[in-house]
């Protein structure tokens, strides 16, 4: 009796030390990609809607940064991210220092803020933080933390934060790879970094030394800054995990710096917004940042991860919406409407990087043939109907092509504009975009063929205007 009663102790202890990692809020997805049906482990923690995080300005105006386009900007309020409007990118680079301290004046002006209020303007992250893209990356980190006693909150928080879906990202202070570790860090855990290896850029084994630095390096300062201070924690507590989180991004010593010109008494959402407002040593904007994104990102991830409800996950938006296309619901018009709306969806699935281009023109390919199906049905003329090859317009290829050109899938924009060409060869425009991608790609000997092509095409139809006046 005694030995069961021990061995029920055991496996109770056992299950309390897992919720200590935070075990408790892994969930479990049937993940459906292009191509393929996977399971796969995810983060979902309820703390985060029911203690408000996901309601503050800061996060809520991070959540659209991340989703807007690099072309735009957000005027915002720089101390509490109050958003004041939105402008074009190349409108605002346009102008002059002095037009835009102006603007930034007339803007605390007209928001009845003081004078002198930093002003912020904000462009769009969505090219950068690809977050669909990063959730098989997160099931594996989830399993190399949990092997390593870490708590997998922070594999997922640090992969959706600091190089979503690019194993192969070197920042301007030199850390590389998924978990941005920095040469020695990686090299004092055993990685190998050298001129012809870097083992920073492989999943598995940088997440392995990141659990072990954040266990070591991270987690166990920020508990004795707050033994210290008397403060009580649980390590499951959000804010604890934000902390955790600015320890691994700007140092424990930057963090400690901050508590203690703080001199908080508690945790919490309270102590986040002055942190938020605190500067500290190396603890500056680009820290206090840092959690703000960490919440906007798990928002978001969350949207994806949930929002086809229940344990599915469709990556691909258009083979969604394709697999409820029914002939005999969507007849005529309507039917033509639905099969645009998949095209738009697809367009968005093969910009975000969840479909390949080739397995992208298949399906294109499908639904040009129901588009086909529909004209025949069709009595009369109605000019909405247009069956022509995809894309349909030169300037709708070009378009495409320039977003994919923003998250650097330069192969697949190249095909795009190829494509064009074919359909459009007389089209300087068209040339003259192709020279622009190579040139973006690095390569210069087809960027130049291809503009000097564009360039005899203006002068061919130069001559031929003259010919004709």
Same mark, same amino acid.
């Given at each position: 009796?005694?030995?069961?009663?021990?061995?029920?102790?055991?496996?109770?202890?056992?299950?309390?030390?897992?919720?200590?990692?935070?075990?408790?809020?892994?969930?479990?997805?049937?993940?459906?990609?292009?191509?393929?049906?996977?399971?796969?482990?995810?983060?979902?923690?309820?703390?985060?809607?029911?203690?408000?995080?996901?309601?503050?300005?800061?996060?809520?105006?991070?959540?659209?940064?991340?989703?807007?386009?690099?072309?735009?900007?957000?005027?915002?309020?720089?101390?509490?991210?109050?958003?004041?409007?939105?402008?074009?990118?190349?409108?605002?680079?346009?102008?002059?220092?002095?037009?835009?301290?102006?603007?930034?004046?007339?803007?605390?002006?007209?928001?009845?803020?003081?004078?002198?209020?930093?002003?912020?303007?904000?462009?769009?992250?969505?090219?950068?933080?690809?977050?669909?893209?990063?959730?098989?990356?997160?099931?594996?980190?989830?399993?190399?933390?949990?092997?390593?006693?870490?708590?997998?909150?922070?594999?997922?928080?640090?992969?959706?934060?600091?190089?979503?879906?690019?194993?192969?990202?070197?920042?301007?202070?030199?850390?590389?790879?998924?978990?941005?570790?920095?040469?020695?860090?990686?090299?004092?855990?055993?990685?190998?970094?050298?001129?012809?290896?870097?083992?920073?850029?492989?999943?598995?084994?940088?997440?392995?030394?990141?659990?072990?630095?954040?266990?070591?390096?991270?987690?166990?300062?920020?508990?004795?800054?707050?033994?210290?201070?008397?403060?009580?924690?649980?390590?499951?507590?959000?804010?604890?995990?934000?902390?955790?989180?600015?320890?691994?991004?700007?140092?424990?010593?930057?963090?400690?710096?901050?508590?203690?010109?703080?001199?908080?008494?508690?945790? !919490? +959402? &309270?102590?986040?917004?002055? *942190?938020? @407002?605190?500067?500290?040593?190396?603890?500056?904007?680009? #820290?206090?940042?840092? =959690?703000?994104?960490?919440?906007?990102?798990?928002?978001?991830?969350?949207?994806?991860?949930n929002r086809d409800?229940?344990?599915?996950?469709?990556?691909?938006?258009?083979?969604?919406?394709?697999?409820?296309?029914?002939?005999?619901?969507?007849?005529?018009v309507n039917g033509?409407?639905?099969?645009?709306?998949?095209?738009v969806a697809y367009?968005?699935?093969?910009?975000?990087?969840?479909?390949?281009?080739?397995?992208?023109?298949?399906?294109?390919?499908?639904?040009?043939?129901?588009?086909?199906?529909?004209?025949?049905?069709?009595? !009369? +003329? &109605?000019?909405?109907?247009? *069956?022509? @090859?995809?894309?349909?317009?030169?300037?709708?290829?070009? #378009?495409?092509?320039? =977003?994919?050109?923003?998250?650097?899938?330069?192969?697949?924009?190249?095909?795009?504009?190829?494509?064009?060409?074919?359909?459009?060869?007389?089209?300087?425009?068209?040339?003259?975009?192709?020279?622009?991608?190579?040139?973006?790609?690095?390569?210069?000997?087809?960027?130049?063929?291809?503009?000097?092509?564009?360039?005899?095409?203006?002068?061919?139809?130069?001559?031929?205007?003259?010919?004709?006046?």
């Amino acid at each position: 009796m005694n030995r069961i009663l021990s061995i029920l102790f055991i496996l109770f202890a056992s299950k309390g030390a897992f919720a200590v990692t935070g075990d408790e809020h892994v969930v479990e997805k049937v993940v459906i990609t292009w191509h393929d049906t996977l399971r796969l482990n995810f983060v979902s923690d309820p703390v985060l809607y029911s203690e408000g995080w996901d309601t503050l300005p800061q996060a809520l105006f991070w959540k659209d940064v991340i989703c807007m386009s690099s072309d735009s900007c957000i005027v915002n309020v720089a101390h509490c991210r109050q958003p004041i409007e939105r402008v074009s990118r190349n409108a605002w680079m346009d102008q002059s220092e002095e037009a835009k301290s102006r603007y930034k004046d007339s803007v605390c002006s007209a928001s009845c803020y003081n004078p002198g209020t930093s002003i912020f303007v904000t462009s769009g992250k969505a090219e950068f933080y690809e977050l669909k893209k990063v959730l098989p990356d997160i099931s594996k980190a989830i399993k190399v933390f949990r092997q390593n006693n870490c708590d997998p909150f922070y594999a997922q928080a640090i992969l959706l934060i600091e190089s979503p879906g690019k194993n192969k990202s070197k920042s301007y202070v030199g850390a590389n790879g998924p978990f941005q570790l920095m040469r020695s860090v990686a090299k004092k855990y055993g990685l190998r970094v050298t001129k012809n290896r870097d083992d920073r850029t492989d999943l598995e084994k940088s997440a392995k030394v990141a659990a072990k630095l954040l266990n070591a390096g991270c987690v166990a300062y920020v508990k004795q800054y707050l033994d210290e201070r008397s403060i009580s924690y649980r390590e499951t507590d959000l804010w604890f995990r934000l902390l955790v989180l600015h320890a691994y991004h700007a140092g424990a010593g930057s963090v400690r710096c901050v508590i203690n010109q703080l001199n908080p008494d508690k945790g !919490g +959402v &309270d102590l986040f917004r002055q *942190i938020w @407002q605190t500067e500290c040593g190396l603890f500056k904007n680009e #820290s206090q940042n840092y =959690s703000q994104i960490a919440l906007a990102s798990l928002v978001s991830f969350d949207e994806i991860i949930n929002r086809d409800g229940g344990d599915t996950v469709y990556l691909v938006r258009g083979d969604k919406m394709m697999k409820h296309f029914n002939r005999k619901i969507y007849r005529s018009v309507n039917g033509y409407d639905y099969l645009n709306t998949c095209l738009v969806a697809y367009e968005a699935d093969l910009v975000d990087g969840t479909i390949p281009f080739d397995p992208f023109m298949k399906r294109v390919g499908v639904i040009r043939k129901e588009l086909l199906h529909i004209a025949t049905k069709i009595s !009369g +003329v &109605d000019e909405r109907i247009s *069956i022509n @090859q995809f894309p349909a317009s030169e300037e709708h290829v070009d #378009s495409l092509a320039m =977003s994919l050109l923003k998250h650097q899938r330069f192969e697949e924009a190249i095909k795009l504009l190829k494509l064009n060409i074919d359909m459009h060869p007389s089209s300087i425009a068209a040339y003259d975009s192709l020279a622009r991608a190579y040139s973006a790609s690095g390569n210069k000997q087809l960027a130049l063929i291809y503009s000097n092509r564009s360039v005899a095409l203006g002068r061919n139809q130069e001559s031929r205007n003259r010919i004709q006046e």
